[in-house]
């Protein structure tokens, strides 16, 4: 009986096993698909010069050594990295503290949370061309609402888009707009925190400042860590917003919107150099790698401090 009793669990094991793949497969058939084997055939392109006319030519590391060294060669590489990491230290703290203002809002109301939910998260899942459409209308000189806005005040609105050192503000206020992502996440961390907490510190004496330094934010703090190494993410892969926000000048005045992807975009299909911009592409991807690793590592010992 014992024997037909394990033999009845192994098998039962293998049908729970078999199951289990069945589901998975299709996600790891998509993984490698769509993205293992892609990330691949770039690695290798990387090491080469390709123009996507005839085949590739082994250089080696010659595209790193040019990207990186060469300012000849790539006159606006630097640059890019440069308005990059500027909009990432900007866009981050903004889209968060805009997420979070609005999570906090739409948690102290009572009615019609839903339709806010809805209203700040239709930005984020507006398509990025009719973003910067409507974005462009709204940073016109002329005719735009902001400047008309401004005026009101008495205050003479910018250029926008039409002065370098204005162009990474106006991409951040973008950003902060978009913040819709951050809001929902911001909204269910506040709906965890037990109201139990809240009452006991009304005990104490605490008010809601008090409340909100002492208690809501250092319960968000995992949140918060999330909302950050996903936006500095994000922040590195600007692209679509910049590319119609600026049309044929791409970049804008001096290239201050010239940003890293935008420029990995131009030099594999306006240059036709895929090598350059294949090489590129690992290029973020390993500065992304390490940032993420110094977030986590800063983290930890945040945690253990």
Do not use: C
Not at 116 to 143: K, N
Not at 161 to 175: H, K, R, T
């Amino acid at each position: 009986m014992e024997l037909i009793r394990q033999a009845g669990a192994r098998k039962g094991a293998r049908s729970d096993a078999f199951v289990g793949w069945l589901f998975v497969t299709p996600a790891v058939l998509h993984t490698i698909v769509f993205m293992a084997v892609p990330a691949a055939g770039a690695l290798f392109l990387s090491f080469t010069e390709w123009d996507m006319t005839s085949a590739p030519r082994w250089t080696g590391l010659r595209n790193y050594q040019e990207i990186l060294f060469d300012r000849d060669l790539y006159p606006d590489f630097w640059v890019s990295v440069r308005v990059t990491l500027l909009y990432a230290v900007l866009a981050v703290p903004a889209a968060l503290f805009t997420g979070f203002v609005q999570a906090y809002l739409i948690d102290a109301v009572r009615r019609g949370q839903g339709f806010f939910r809805l209203a700040f998260y239709l930005p984020v899942v507006t398509a990025e061309a009719a973003v910067a459409a409507i974005w462009r209308w709204l940073y016109d000189p002329q005719f735009g609402l902001i400047n008309e806005a401004l005026g009101l005040i008495g205050i003479d609105g910018p250029d926008w888009l039409g002065i370098p050192e204005m162009v990474v503000p106006a991409l951040v206020l973008i950003a902060a707009w978009q913040s819709g992502t951050a809001m929902l996440i911001f909204l269910a961390g506040l709906k965890g925190i037990s109201r139990n907490l809240y009452e006991a510190a009304e005990i104490d004496g605490a008010n809601r400042r008090a409340q909100l330094f002492h208690l809501t934010l250092p319960l968000l703090r995992p949140t918060t860590f999330y909302l950050t190494v996903t936006g500095i993410i994000f922040a590195l892969q600007m692209f679509g917003v910049v590319y119609v926000l600026f049309g044929r000048d791409i970049g804008g005045p001096e290239s201050a919107g010239l940003t890293y992807v935008l420029q990995l975009y131009v030099s594999g299909f306006r240059d036709g150099e895929m090598g350059a911009a294949s090489a590129m592409s690992f290029l973020l991807f390993i500065a992304t790698l390490l940032i993420t690793a110094l977030q986590f590592r800063l983290s930890r010992r945040d945690a253990a401090s």
